[in-house]
């Protein structure tokens, strides 16, 4: 007998700031709408108001999963959030939300995975309640990354989007919930992909600030290459871990950062397009909330049904990768009229 307990995602929740910045760029750097449309499919994305951190996305995302839940707030016995724009050093987001959500006791920790970070939390969060350990989590996806963007650099601007993405983990029946997860990294490609200054190995100084050296930097062609090979990779390996082949995958949800990577991984899948869950026309790249808003609006809008296998994939920076098979758990939410 296995020691360990199914564990599935019992709600979900997102949260998208309300202001919109459509590809309408040119006023303040060299680009095109019709580029960014061909070269990447965005079409406008979200952008939080100044005073927004990340703890202020996270909050209402994870409000909404809890409804869906029924689960109330003191429930949670841990929380994960995966951030790469933290709201500060330390203390963590997660024990922000935690105080703001009144779910004070459990377990509170920030993952940090890049665009992976979702994914990370996922697999962290479901064994240390499959264990026993814990038993219900609350795994968030979070970013402002208009505050690290930098708004001259046409190559990475036009990118990012801000938003955040919730999941609550309880455990489930036999047979349903995260049947296997992959997770990986390559240290070797981190200068592909970073904030060079802001941490201890280049501390802010005048000069950093002046340099733009705490945004983010990115050799975007090399990370394409890198991107079109993992997500189909992580998606076959997740799927080995779950016993499953991929024509057994319902629905795919990608992480969204460019229409032309996930096309790349459809391929390689065989997946047909009306079985993936496509968004970043409307919010970009959001990093680690990309997998968790898409999988909301999913299940929101009746795309996802009780049995179905998912796959949740993204990939980011450090290199990293991570992949998930679902097998979602949950009727159809009223909402979706199905
Ligand atoms: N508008 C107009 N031209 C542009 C723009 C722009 N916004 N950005 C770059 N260009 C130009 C380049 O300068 C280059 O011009 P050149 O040929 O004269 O030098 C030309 O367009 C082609 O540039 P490439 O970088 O080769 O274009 P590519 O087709 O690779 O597309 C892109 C660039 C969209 C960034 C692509 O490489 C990509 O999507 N990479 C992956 C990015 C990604 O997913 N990052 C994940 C972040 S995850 C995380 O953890 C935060």
Same mark, same amino acid.
């Given at each position: 007998?296995?020691? *360990?307990?199914?564990?599935?995602?019992?709600? #979900?929740?997102?949260?998208?700031?309300?202001?919109?910045? &459509?590809?309408? *760029?040119?006023?303040?750097?060299? #680009?095109?709408?019709?580029?960014?449309?061909?070269?990447?499919?965005?079409?406008?994305?979200?952008?939080?108001?100044?005073?927004?951190?990340?703890?202020?996305?996270?909050?209402?995302?994870?409000?909404?999963?809890?409804?869906?839940?029924?689960?109330?707030?003191?429930?949670?016995?841990?929380?994960?959030?995966? &951030?790469?724009?933290?709201?500060?050093?330390?203390?963590?987001?997660?024990?922000? !939300?935690?105080?703001?959500?009144?779910?004070?006791?459990?377990?509170?920790?920030?993952?940090?995975?890049?665009?992976?970070?979702?994914?990370?939390?996922?697999?962290?969060?479901?064994?240390?309640?499959? #264990?026993?350990?814990?038993?219900?989590?609350?795994?968030?996806?979070?970013?402002?990354?208009? +505050?690290?963007?930098?708004?001259?650099?046409?190559? &990475?601007?036009?990118?990012?989007?801000?938003? /955040?993405?919730?999941?609550?983990?309880?455990?489930?029946?036999?047979?349903?919930?995260?049947?296997?997860?992959?997770?990986?990294?390559?240290?070797?490609?981190?200068?592909?992909?970073?904030?060079?200054?802001?941490?201890?190995?280049?501390?802010?100084?005048?000069?950093?600030? +002046?340099?733009?050296?705490?945004?983010?930097?990115?050799?975007?062609?090399?990370?394409?290459?890198?991107?079109?090979?993992?997500?189909?990779?992580?998606?076959?390996?997740?799927?080995?871990?779950?016993?499953? #082949?991929?024509?057994?995958?319902?629905?795919?949800?990608?992480?969204?950062?460019?229409?032309?990577?996930?096309?790349? /991984?459809?391929?390689?899948?065989?997946?047909?397009?009306? +079985?993936?869950?496509?968004?970043?026309?409307?919010?970009?790249?959001?990093?680690?909330?990309?997998?968790?808003?898409?999988?909301?609006?999913?299940?929101?809008?009746?795309?996802?049904? +009780?049995?179905?296998?998912?796959?949740?994939?993204?990939?980011?920076?450090?290199?990293?990768?991570?992949?998930?098979?679902?097998?979602?758990?949950?009727?159809?939410?009223?909402?979706?009229? !199905?």
């Amino acid at each position: 007998m296995s020691l *360990l307990r199914p564990v599935g995602i019992v709600g #979900t929740g997102s949260y998208l700031p309300p202001r919109i910045l &459509t590809n309408d *760029l040119e006023k303040m750097v060299d #680009t095109s709408d019709e580029w960014i449309r061909t070269r990447t499919g965005i079409r406008e994305r979200r952008v939080a108001a100044e005073h927004m951190a990340a703890s202020d996305l996270a909050v209402p995302a994870a409000e909404r999963a809890l409804a869906m839940a029924g689960i109330r707030a003191e429930e949670v016995d841990l929380i994960v959030v995966a &951030t790469a724009t933290p709201d500060a050093f330390f203390p963590s987001t997660a024990c922000v !939300v935690q105080e703001r959500l009144g779910a004070v006791g459990g377990a509170a920790f920030d993952i940090l995975a890049g665009c992976t970070g979702f994914l990370y939390a996922l697999g962290v969060a479901s064994q240390m309640i499959a #264990t026993g350990a814990h038993n219900v989590g609350l795994v968030i996806g979070t970013e402002v990354l208009s +505050k690290i963007t930098n708004w001259e650099d046409r190559s &990475t601007c036009v990118l990012f989007g801000d938003g /955040a993405g919730a999941a609550v983990l309880a455990p489930v029946e036999p047979g349903y919930g995260i049947l296997g997860v992959h997770l990986g990294a390559d240290g070797t490609g981190a200068s592909l992909l970073h904030i060079p200054a802001g941490g201890s190995k280049m501390p802010a100084t005048e000069d950093t600030v +002046k340099n733009k050296l705490h945004t983010i930097h990115m050799l975007g062609s090399e990370v394409f290459k890198f991107a079109v090979r993992i997500m189909g990779e992580a998606s076959l390996r997740a799927l080995e871990r779950a016993g499953l #082949t991929k024509e057994e995958i319902d629905y795919f949800i990608p992480h969204q950062a460019n229409i032309r990577i996930i096309e790349a /991984a459809c391929k390689r899948l065989n997946l047909p397009q009306e +079985k993936v869950y496509i968004n970043l026309d409307r919010y970009g790249n959001m990093s680690s909330a990309s997998v968790p808003v898409a999988l909301d609006e999913a299940y929101r809008e009746g795309k996802i049904r +009780k049995g179905h296998n998912l796959v949740l994939v993204a990939f980011g920076a450090g290199l990293t990768w991570g992949a998930a098979v679902v097998r979602w758990n949950l009727e159809a939410p009223p909402e979706a009229g !199905v």
